[in-house]
């Protein structure tokens, strides 16, 4: 992101940083036969072959007295490939941002461009199919000037580095009807700068010049859904109408704390840089044979995190299922089972 904002044009990039970052282009998992969507908010903890296109995130940014800063627009891509069955690597970007912001000094203004370019490696620890839990461990980087750097809103100049765990379980095994088709998935991701200051000359009001340090915070982010999954419950525990049966509703959360390398707080600041931002909704996701379509609303928990609700949504497509013998494989060793198969052939029947 570029450097040098105005306070009002920091509040709009917060914002959508917020909303952008946790905001992706996502995997499904199968485990057992329990299959976890691919969420909008926290990654799911499995690897696949997949293409995600588009993906679609809006929301509205708040000044420090609640009046509207902006209105952001985001659409990006991922593609994941798997190396084994519990190896996968993946390219991808928040994609193209645009934000109309409602800077009463500047009428009618408008910030765009690319966000940079993120790759990641990710491997499964862990996998239990009968009890239908998998953890997972990912490492990230968002590489600096590969999207547009000069741009407000856009992309940062430095590569940023984030360690990640993911946990997963499904309540198939339990003994009670209608908990079987809950489960629950969690995402814990650590980022940090590989420039976390950056010093700058620069002329104050009265011409004068001084040494700006700007900081690039170290970031704690963590989320969860909740699921129930009715494409579970129709295959597994009892019959449900037809035009449910694909369905898997949630709710989810995510969130953002700043850990290190924030500085001191400054009065008038906004928003605040000490502060935790993050956003809680419900979701749904359709499943089809080889596609799945997902919509999640975001409804900020506090004025530094956005104003209104903002919605996610996106397209994934399974090369896993569409392309069992070809390029939805693993480059080296057998595929993982695909245990759900049955699940979503199933649900097709009734």
């Keep these: 992101m570029s450097r040098h904002l105005t306070l009002r044009f920091a509040g709009a990039v917060s914002a959508i940083a917020l909303l952008a970052g946790v905001s992706p282009t996502l995997a499904h998992t199968i485990v057992g036969n329990r299959l976890f969507p691919a969420t909008l908010t926290v990654d799911d903890p499995g ?3 997949e293409l995600t296109l588009p993906s679609f995130a809006f929301s509205q940014s708040a000044n420090f007295d609640g009046s509207l800063a902006s209105m952001n627009y985001n659409v990006g891509w991922e593609y994941a490939k798997t190396i084994t ?6 390219v ?7 934000a109309k912001i409602y800077n009463p000094g500047q009428p ?14 990710k491997y499964v620890f862990y996998q239990n199919p009968e009890h239908e839990f998998i953890i997972a461990g990912a490492i990230s980087a968002e590489w600096g000037h590969t999207g547009t750097v000069n741009s407000s809103i856009a992309a940062d100049a430095y590569t940023a580095i984030t360690p990640k765990l993911y946990v997963g379980k499904g309540f198939g095994d339990s003994s009670i009807d209608w908990v079987r088709p809950f489960a ?8 940090f700068s590989t420039h976390p200051n950056d010093y700058s000359l620069q002329i104050d009001d009265s011409g004068n010049p001084f040494i700006a340090l700007d900081q690039t915070p170290t970031v704690l982010t963590y989320g969860f859904t909740v699921q129930y999954s009715l494409l579970y419950m129709n295959s597994f525990v009892k019959e449900v109408p037809e035009i449910f049966s694909r369905l898997i509703p949630t709710f989810e959360g995510v969130f953002n704390t700043p850990v290190s390398n924030i500085g001191p707080s ?31 609303t975001q409804f900020p928990i506090n004025l530094a995190s956005g104003k209104h609700v903002g919605v996610l949504a996106n397209l994934d497509l399974f090369l896993d299922d569409i392309f069992p013998d070809t390029i939805g494989k693993p480059l080296f060793g057998p595929p993982q089972p695909r245990g759900l198969q049955q699940t979503v052939t199933s649900a097709m029947s009734h």
């Design 47 to 49: 690897v696949n072959d």
């Design 85 to 90: 069955a519990d190896l996968g690597i993946s």
């Design 92 to 98: 991808g970007s928040e994609g193209y941002n645009w």
């Design 108 to 121: 009618n203004s408008y910030a765009q461009g690319w966000s940079n370019i993120e790759t990641q490696l």
């Design 184 to 191: 629950v998935t969690g995402e814990i991701d650590y980022t």
């Design 266 to 296: 400054v009065s008038g600041n906004w928003p605040p840089n000490h502060v935790t931002t993050g956003t809680v909704g419900p979701g749904v996701y359709y499943i089809g044979n080889y596609f799945q379509i997902g919509v999640t």
